[in-house]
């Protein structure tokens, strides 16, 4: 009986965990023509230039580019830039 309450309880933690990290990617938004995005590879570019230690992956998520990586403290950064100014939009805090 208790196995099964601390399963439900770990199932209803993960999904709390999943729905914020949902939330979170979906308070950032760009709107900018894709005709005035700048390459990918510029930004990854900039931000080595600024003192990233990594960038390990930039991509697209509502219109503006979200970077994993290790900023320039070397601390595990998810952060969403304007593809066309690279402007910080927002960031997901990390744990």
Known sequence: MKT?????LAAAVAALTLSAAAFA???FKCD????EWQP???LQKKLEADGWKKVRQVKTENGCYEVY??????QRA????NP????????????
């Open 84 to 95: 066309k100014t690279f402007e910080l939009v927002g960031e997901v805090k990390q744990k």
């Open 25 to 27: 990617h979906g308070e």
């Open 40 to 42: 990918q590879t510029a």
């Open 4 to 8: 099964m309450k601390l399963n439900q």
């Open 78 to 81: 998810e952060k969403f830039y």
């Open 32 to 35: 900018v023509p894709k005709a």
């Open 69 to 74: 990586g290790f900023d320039e403290k070397n």
